[in-house]
């Protein structure tokens, strides 16, 4: 039983390059989260999903892409990345009632 | 929009017990959770409140005044395994019910 699985769980990148962070969930959940984490922030929401096909921004969504093409899919993206997105990202999922959220194991991302 | 406050910081001792207060402003209010996260992992979660009231479960117990916009969570018979964060997150309301969270305590248990 997985639960949310993210990848990568390490990368480090240069200024200006892209890459893509992939979170699954096996759990049917209907919504989908993505968070980073700063220290002295806490936890603060990009974008969210509340159903396949469906996505929002959340309070910090700008340098930042989403796409739920698959229920249990969510993807997150940075197209041109920048020193200050350097920060632990968490992917988490929950019920349709959302009285609980499912965290993945976290992506801590470099950019240098 | 959602203001959440908890103390940063908290020390306690091994077998004793311990209260982490939250205190929240929110434009709409659906709940209050509580999450445990240890260093470098995901968090966890330990609770939801949505009525007033004290839950118990085991040895962590979440209580909630919704007139005061305060929780609070009791770690009783503390053990080393209980150092760790805990965030506070409320729901708020509206179609989504976005869940915002606070920046988290960090508790050190010490023999």
């Known amino acids: 039983n997985a639960g949310v699985t993210q990848t990568p769980k390490f990368r480090v990148l240069k200024t200006g390059q892209s890459m893509t962070l992939l979170c699954a969930q096996d759990?049917?959940?209907?919504?989908m989260y993505w968070y980073r984490q700063d220290p002295g922030m806490g936890l603060r929401l990009i974008h969210y999903?509340?159903?396949?096909?469906?996505?929002a921004k959340g309070e910090v969504p700008d340098g930042y892409n989403v796409s739920r093409l698959k229920k249990q899919n969510f993807l997150l993206g940075l197209e041109s990345a920048a020193p200050s997105q350097t920060s632990v990202y968490f992917c988490?999922?929950?019920?349709?009632?959302?009285?609980?959220?499912?965290f993945g194991q976290g992506t801590r991302l470099t950019v240098v | 929009g959602q203001n959440i406050d908890q103390p940063t910081e908290m020390t306690a001792t091994e077998g004793a017990i311990v209260q982490i207060n939250c205190t929240y402003q929110?434009?709409?209010?659906?709940?209050l959770f509580w999450y445990q996260q240890h260093a470098g992992e995901a968090p966890t979660f330990l609770s939801y409140n949505v009525l007033d009231g004290l839950e118990e479960k085991g040895r962590f117990s979440s209580f909630l005044s919704r007139s005061k916009g305060y929780s609070y969570l009791l770690l009783k018979e503390l053990q080393m395994k209980d150092s760790a964060s805990y965030l506070c997150a409320v729901r708020g309301s509206g179609g989504y019910q976005k869940v915002t969270f606070g920046t988290g305590t960090k508790l050190q248990v010490i023999p």
């Open positions: 929110t434009s709409g209010f659906n709940g």
């Open positions: 999903s509340v159903g396949e096909g469906t996505t």
């Open positions: 988490a999922s929950a019920n349709r009632g959302n009285t609980e959220a499912f």
């Open positions: 759990m049917n959940h209907e919504y």
